[in-house]
């Protein structure tokens, strides 16, 4: 069973920037795709960054290209979300997910890391 353990959120100000991470454990990873989804308080929750696990290849919704930056680490099972030039309309749950590359839906859900920017 896939588990996942974000860290890394925390109050920060605008301006600021912030790495998340995702503990990846209970498999082997190599034919996963990593993504990274956010949910601000009364929204629906949306896609942020992917990764493939194999390739290194990212995939970023337009408007999320230039401050986020979606990594992995292969030896520690771990992926990382670096947000930059954080604004108050990022503050969200940030969630890490996985899905293997011949998925449509990522199925597994890490329980989230809260991010709060004052502004």
């Known amino acids: 069973q896939v588990q996942l353990v974000e860290s890394g959120g925390g109050l920060v100000q605008a301006g600021g920037s912030l790495r998340l991470s995702c503990a990846a454990s209970?498999?082997?990873?190599?034919?996963?795709?990593m993504g990274w989804f956010r949910q601000a308080p009364g929204k629906e929750r949306e896609f942020v960054a992917a990764?493939?696990?194999?390739?290194?290849?990212?995939y970023n919704p337009a408007f999320m290209k230039g401050r986020f930056t979606i990594s992995r680490d292969n030896a520690k099972n771990t992926v990382y979300l670096q947000i930059d030039s954080l604004k108050p309309e990022d503050t969200a749950v940030y969630y890490c997910?996985?899905?293997?590359?011949?998925?449509?839906?990522?199925?597994?859900w890490g329980q989230g890391t809260q991010v709060i920017v004052s502004s």
């Open positions: 209970g498999r082997t990873f190599s034919s996963y795709v």
């Open positions: 990764i493939s696990w194999s390739s290194g290849r990212t």
């Open positions: 997910a996985a899905r293997t590359d011949r998925q449509a839906l990522f199925g597994s």
